[in-house]
Antibody
């Protein structure tokens, strides 16, 4: 079965850091662009990073410089290092696979990140 | 990159058709044939319903269809069913090689 599973979420103080992981099964993620999308509770979806099959990263301006995406094809996994966390970063973080045209066809169930003192 | 504009809510009765709009700019929706639509039930991950403006993934009902005119894309659901009640999001590729979502639309089946 093709699936993605996130891990690494939790409670962190403002200014802190977390490393989110996304493990793929049922397919080789080395052939795909992979993404992180977040959703504050009760609010909409926000795309926060992508990594191309060649390892090229992409970010929206809202997180550039604080979030770092990486991949480890040998472990069929990719990651999101989130630094200098703010209360506004509190959200469910989903990992997702996309087609070549940016359609997210496989999603993980999500991992909750709570930034609070 | 600003979020794409969607109506906050739409509603319809079982059997009716509804349309959700998604308005962007020439740098996203209007500039590419790369608009997708997602359905999200409470507490669940989003599900891809439409890709590349008007294509349905395998397994998605043909009651769901997509279109685009200029900077506005649309999702139409025909023959509304109770199970269609959910939040719907559009997304588009952008000229900055990023992706942007719409603010989401809550569909209520009366």
């Amino acid at each position: 079965e093709v699936q993605l599973v996130e891990s690494g979420g939790g409670l962190v103080q403002p200014g802190g850091s977390l490393r989110l992981s996304c493990a793929a099964s049922g397919f080789s993620l080395s052939s795909y662009d992979m993404h992180w999308v977040r959703q504050p509770i009760g609010k909409g979806l926000e795309w926060v990073s992508a990594i191309g099959s060649a390892g090229d990263p992409y970010y929206p301006g809202s997180v550039e410089g604080r979030f770092i995406i990486s991949r480890e094809n040998a472990k069929n996994s990719f990651y999101l290092q989130v630094n200098s966390l703010r209360v506004g970063d509190t959200a469910v973080y989903f990992c997702a696979r996309s087609t070549a045209t940016g359609a997210f066809d496989i999603w993980g169930p999500g991992t909750m990140v709570t930034v609070s003192s | 990159q600003s979020a794409l504009t969607q109506p906050a809510s739409v509603s319809g009765s079982p059997g009716q058709s509804i349309t959700i709009s998604c308005t962007g700019t020439s740098s996203d929706v209007g500039g590419f044939k790369y608009v997708s639509w997602y359905q999200q039930h409470p507490g669940k991950a989003p599900k891809l319903m439409i890709y590349e403006v008007n294509n349905r993934p395998s397994g998605v009902s043909n009651r769901f269809s997509g279109s685009k005119s200029g900077n506005t894309a649309s999702l139409t659901i025909s023959g509304l069913q109770a199970e269609d009640e959910a939040d719907y999001y559009c997304s588009s590729f952008t000229s900055s090689s990023t992706l942007v979502f719409g603010g989401g639309t809550k569909l209520t089946v009366l």
